[in-house]
């Protein structure tokens, strides 16, 4: 899944019931390159499993500080923020031509001239 300007999507995905969970799971590979933050709707051991299936970058319970929710979702902006601007660079082409030797006679050919 990608953001409408090609850029990678966060998603904060609320389960008030297990069952809204359950849906969540069902649909997970709509949600596979999606960095997710799930709040689950308790704390029983058996919620956690299910949630840890939709591979979450956090995963919050009820009562939780919203303080760490709101610094996780900063970093993830911020990371995300990173890997565009690591992608909008130019690539570097300044590193030599590959050069192999030609055939086993000695001479070495270099590929990038077609000699």
Same mark, same amino acid.
């Given at each position: 899944?990608?953001?409408?300007?090609?850029?990678?999507?966060?998603?904060?995905?609320?389960?008030?019931?297990?069952?809204?969970?359950?849906?969540?799971?069902?649909?997970?590979?709509?949600?596979?390159?999606?960095?997710?933050?799930?709040?689950?709707?308790?704390?029983?051991?058996?919620?956690?499993?299910? =949630?840890?299936?939709?591979?979450?970058?956090?995963?919050?319970?009820?009562?939780?500080?919203?303080?760490?929710?709101?610094?996780?979702?900063?970093?993830?902006?911020?990371?995300?923020?990173?890997?565009?601007?690591?992608? =909008?660079?130019?690539?570097?082409?300044?590193?030599?031509?590959?050069?192999?030797?030609?055939?086993?006679?000695?001479?070495?050919?270099?590929?990038?001239?077609?000699?």
């Amino acid at each position: 899944m990608r953001g409408l300007s090609g850029q990678d999507v966060i998603a904060v995905l609320e389960a008030t019931t297990r069952e809204e969970l359950l849906q969540m799971v069902a649909h997970a590979g709509f949600l596979k390159n999606t960095r997710l933050i799930v709040l689950l709707p308790d704390e029983r051991a058996e919620t956690f499993a299910f =949630a840890h299936r939709l591979r979450p970058r956090y995963v919050s319970t009820p009562g939780e500080n919203v303080q760490s929710l709101i610094a996780v979702f900063r970093r993830l902006l911020a990371k995300s923020r990173q890997a565009e601007d690591r992608d =909008a660079r130019p690539p570097y082409h300044g590193a030599p031509a590959r050069v192999e030797r030609n055939g086993g006679n000695g001479e070495f050919t270099d590929q990038q001239q077609g000699r």
